[in-house]
């Protein structure tokens, strides 16, 4: 399974499109075959520390996949990739 980490804030409309692009792109592929985590900037002081002028970001398996604005064919394809691994 790949884990995909979406790092985020509240009151974020990057964030919010974002999210919405990871939500759309994981229904399109094979049940459980991504888990998903949002975490908050604001609840986590290290978070907030390395991605505060990033967000919103999404890490695949722990690395950096992408920052400020996410590509939905650039995500599936990565995780097309990841799953098939």
Not at 15 to 27: H, L
Request: proline share 6%; charged share 25%; glycine share 2%.
């Amino acid at each position: 399974m790949t884990a995909l980490t979406l790092v985020s804030k509240p009151d974020c409309h990057l964030c919010d499109v974002a999210r919405e692009i990871v939500e759309t792109v994981v229904a399109d592929l094979p049940e459980g075959a991504v888990d998903v985590e949002e975490l908050s900037i604001a609840d986590d002081p290290a978070l907030h520390a390395q991605w505060w002028e990033k967000i919103p970001v999404v890490l695949i398996d722990g690395r950096l996949h992408a920052h400020w604005r996410v590509s939905p064919e650039r995500l599936r394809a990565a995780l097309t990739e990841e799953s098939s691994v």
